[in-house]
């Protein structure tokens, strides 16, 4: 076989896997969803609401987001961090999974994307649980560490800048607890990660980040074909 690069397929970046957006035509997506979604009314109307909006492909899959929801629940997660909130679809849904006492401490700068969900969060009785701070995420992280939060957290979501990523998740390994979950989004972006370009640094980012993840000790690893791809490291 000829050496050389990989072809890449012509993939539409972010929306590749997703429901709502690459697959939503996809017959046998709709039979996922039909026979595996339970979908709270409150986080459908959400999810109705951001499909308007012209940005809809950065709200997290459905299918993705239970699994996430499913993973909180099974390590018994009372603390998670999301970086990178856009409506709030993940938050709120992070949140119905959390206990009463439960707490998300969301992280974006967009007082215009959160603000879509905030109303949606209220309704469905869980605004208290969702801690938003309107900052750059790493602000938030670092002040978390310097009060003293380190290892306290047992879920965190990261899907924000891609630039950023590698120091976010090196901060969140710092504030996960020995067997919680770091789940990192768009990891396959849109198949680019087959053959990055080198001026294109979003890909190059997550390229060398999964790289590293595949090498690191700290954590065990699974990347999924879930969405535009999710990494699930657990700590060790």
């Not at 989004?185 to 370009?197: M, Q, R």
Request: proline share 3%; hydrophobic share 40%; with cysteine.
């Amino acid at each position: 076989m000829a050496s050389g690069r990989r072809q890449v397929p012509s993939y539409d970046v972010i929306n590749t896997f997703k429901s709502h957006t690459g697959a939503k035509d996809n017959p046998l997506m709709g039979y996922v969803l039909d026979h595996s979604l339970r979908e709270h009314p409150v986080l459908k109307k959400l999810k109705l609401c951001t499909l308007e909006h012209p940005e809809n492909g950065m709200m997290v899959a459905c299918e993705q987001a239970q699994l996430m929801a499913n993973l909180a629940k099974l390590i018994k997660a009372k603390k998670a961090i999301e970086v990178g909130v856009f409506t709030g679809y993940n938050a709120l849904n992070l949140a119905l999974a959390l206990p009463a006492d439960g707490k998300v401490v969301a992280c974006d700068v967009s007082e215009e994307f959160t603000s879509v969900g905030k109303p949606f969060w209220k309704e469905a009785g869980v605004e208290h649980k969702i801690d938003l701070r309107i900052q750059p995420a790493l602000q938030t992280l670092d002040e978390l560490v310097a009060a003293g939060e380190a290892e306290t957290f047992d879920f965190a979501f990261i899907d924000a800048d891609k630039s950023n990523y590698d120091h976010y998740y090196e901060k969140c390994l710092l504030l996960i607890r020995k067997g919680g979950i770091i789940a990192i989004d768009n990891v396959l972006w849109g198949g680019k990660v087959l053959n990055p370009e080198k001026g294109d640094k979003d890909t190059q980012c997550i390229h060398k980040l999964n790289e590293k993840i595949h090498r690191d000790t700290r954590v065990n690893i699974s990347m999924i074909t879930v969405g535009d791809g999710l990494t699930l490291a657990f700590k060790l």
